[in-house]
C-alpha cells in the first residue's frame, strides 16, 4: 500500500479520536472533510468532490462509503478495510445509501457527529442527510474534531513538514533568477512548481500566488501572466508540499531601484514579523499573535493597509485551500502550543501608491520560542 506514516501511527490518531468521542458521548462520527481522512487512515483523493463518508464507531472500526472510481484508490492508499459502494445512477442519493450503511452498522437510534463544516459536504447534500437522519438518531455536530487533533503534529508528520519546507526553499531558489526585467511571471511559476516536483513534492492544495506592476497588491490566484518591467514589484504566496503537508512562504521581491515607499513597508513588515515569531510561544494565543502584528502596523502608521488576520496553521490539506485552522485574528483563544506548524505573513497593500510589501515564513512551535523552518533569512530582495 502507499502508505507515508507507520501502521503505529495512524493506530495512534484513532485512540486519539475515540478519547475524544468518548468525552463527547459519540457513538459515532461522519468524516467528509479528506484531511480528517487521509490524516486517520492514509485515503488520497480528490474524490471528495462527490459524496463520500468514513463512518468511525466508538469501538475505532472504520467503513467508507464512497463511488466504484475510488475503491481502488481507497484500497491502494489507506488502511480501511470495509469499503461499500454507492452507485451512480439517475436520481441516486447517496446519503440514503449512508443511512441504510449507518442501519446495517447498528446505530439506529445512536449519537452521531457529523463533520458539516468541509467543503467535502456541501450544503444541497448536508440538507438530505439531515433530512434522512433527523428521526434515525441524535445528531451533534462534530465539525471540530479531527482539525483540532491535525493541529498538534507527531514527530514524523514535523519530518513531512521541515522536508516541504526544504522544497519551498528550492522553488525561492529557482525563481530569483528569473525575477529581472522581462521576467515572465509564466516561468517563475514553471520554476517554482518544477523545482518541488523535481523534490518530491506534490501539488499544492490552491494555486501559487503570483502578481507583478499592480497585480503585486493581489491576495489570490487569478488567470493572466506579465513580463516585469525594470522596476518593478512581484508578489509571490508559495508552499512547499510533501505528502500533503505543506510548508508556505510569502515575498514581494523588487527589481530596480527600491522606492521609499517601499523601503517603509518592508521595515514594517521585518518589525511586525519579528514581534509576532516573538508571541508565537507557549503562554500566549492566537489572538496574541495576531495583537502583536497589528501593534506594530499601527506603530508604522499602516493600520489601513493591514489584513485582519496574519496567518494560520497549516498541514496535510486538500484543494480548494491550504489554509488550516486556528487563524491569527483578533480575539482567537486558542493557546499557542509545542509542534504546532504555523505560517506567519505580514501582508501591506498601499492602494493609494499602488506599493505591496510581504514576507512570511512557517515555524515550529516549541516550549519556547518557535523555529523557522526556511532557510532564507528575511532581508529585503532586490534583483
Known sequence: MALHFERSEFDARRDRLIIEMAEKKLDAVLLFAQE????????????????????????????????????????????????????DRDGSNPALDLRNLLNDLDLLGARIGIEYDTHGLTAY?????????????????????VSRLR???????????????????????????LIR???????????????IFEGGGDYPANEFIVGSGPDALLCRYKSGRRKLNKNDQLTLEWAGVYNHYHAAMMRTVLTGKVSKRHQELFEAARDALLAVEKAMSPGNTF???????????????????????????????????????PMFYQGNPEPIAPDMTLFAHMIIM?????TAMTLGRTYLTTDTQPRPLSRHDLDLIVQ
Open 181 to 195: 526585467q522581462g521576467g515572465d511571471e509564466g516561468a517563475i511559476l514553471a520554476a517554482m512548481q518544477g523545482a
Open 287 to 325: 489572538g496574541d499573535v495576531f495583537d502583536a502584528h497589528a501593534r506594530t502596523m499601527e506603530a508604522h502608521g499602516l493600520t489601513k493597509h493591514r489584513l485582519n488576520a496574519c496567518g494560520y496553521s497549516l498541514g496535510a490539506r486538500f484543494a480548494p485551500s491550504w489554509m488550516d485552522m
Open 350 to 354: 498601499d492602494s493609494e501608491t499602488e
Open 151 to 177: 493541529l498538534f503534529k507527531s514527530p514524523a508528520e514535523i519530518k513531512k513538514v521541515e522536508k516541504a519546507a526544504e522544497l519551498a526553499d528550492a522553488a525561492l531558489d529557482a525563481a530569483l533568477p
Open 125 to 145: 447534500n448536508g440538507r438530505r442527510l439531515d433530512e434522512l437522519l433527523q428521526t434515525f438518531g441524535q445528531i451533534a455536530d462534530a465539525s471540530g474534531i
Open 36 to 87: 480528517s481522512m487521509y490524516w486517520l487512515t492514509g485515503y488520497d483523493t480528490f474524490g471528495f468532490c462527490f459524496f463520500q463518508c468514513l463512518v468511525v464507531k466508538a469501538d475505532g472500526s472504520m467503513t467508507l462509503l464512497t463511488r466504484s472510481a475510488d475503491l481502488r484508490q481507497a484500497r491502494q492508499t489507506s488502511i480501511i478495510d470495509n469499503i461499500v459502494l454507492w452507485t
